[in-house]
């Protein structure tokens, strides 16, 4: 089993950044996808970001030239920097991992694809 924790939330104000970790522990995998999910109050999970074990990355069109996705295989941490932040931009944010698919499309925006979750991280912009 692989276990992820996310750090690096906050509170900043609008225009500002942050940059999210994540670490992951445990069992250990080849060809590895990890994903961003946020989720708002009152609003279910969404995929933002992801990047597959090549390195390619995914981004929704809400975040795309906003947030990077970054993943370090040495040290076993996806980062995911977040710059010009917007009050919208506000909602528990969730890593996740799971064996990359042998196929393509937008896999990365379902839950039910990743297998480990981590617990969060809150991330508050105001305006």
């Known amino acids: 089993q692989v276990q992820l924790v996310e750090s690096g939330g906050g509170s900043v104000q609008a225009g500002g950044s942050l940059t999210l970790s994540c670490v992951a522990s445990?069992?250990?995998?080849?060809?590895?996808?990890m994903g961003w999910f946020r989720q708002a109050p009152g609003k279910g999970r969404e995929g933002i970001a992801a990047i597959d074990d090549d390195g390619r990355e995914s981004y929704a069109d809400s975040v795309k030239g906003r947030f990077t996705t970054i993943k370090d295989k040495a040290k076993n941490t996806q980062y995911l920097q977040m710059n010009s932040l917007k009050p919208e931009d506000t909602a528990m944010y969730y890593c996740?991992?799971?064996?990359?698919?042998?196929?393509?499309?937008?896999?990365?925006?379902?839950?039910?694809?990743?297998?480990?979750w981590g617990r969060g991280t809150q991330v508050t912009v105001s305006p």
């Open positions: 445990g069992s250990t995998y080849k060809n590895v996808c």
């Open positions: 996740a991992g799971a064996p990359c698919p042998n196929y393509g499309g937008s896999w990365w925006r379902d839950r039910r694809f990743f297998n480990w």
